[in-house]
């Protein structure tokens, strides 16, 4: 399997924090709020939609939201070859990060 980017890794995340609440406009705001860090709204479609064709994320569409002229919402959630892909993902970067305690630990 492909190595997931970094972006990949933090939706992924992002949509297991959010459970059954996870929608793209949600994932975007749960990124922005604990990575602190902008994100732009198409990048996150544009992300769940790789994930999905890589068969990491199913989605379904459900409710309409407040505020969107009746369009269904479109829910997501990890799938279980995606939750293996986030745990791999985190160990390689756990894996990576061993030893450099002195040097991330330094003020």
């Not at 975007?28 to 994320?57: Q, S």
């Not at 986030?86 to 305690?101: C, D």
């Amino acid at each position: 399997m492909t190595p997931l980017g970094e972006f990949e890794v933090l939706v992924l995340l992002a949509v297991l924090h959010l459970g059954e609440h996870a929608y793209p406009a949600a994932v975007r705001a749960e990124i922005e709020r604990r990575a602190r860090r902008t994100v732009a709204r198409g990048a996150v479609y544009v992300t769940l939609d790789r994930l999905e064709a890589k068969k990491l994320v199913t989605s379904r569409q459900g409710e309409s939201g407040s505020g969107r002229a009746g369009r269904p919402r479109r829910y997501c959630r990890v799938s279980p070859k995606g939750l293996r892909a986030v745990r791999r993902a985190l160990q390689a970067v756990e894996g990576m990060r061993l030893g450099l305690e002195p040097l991330l630990n330094e003020s």
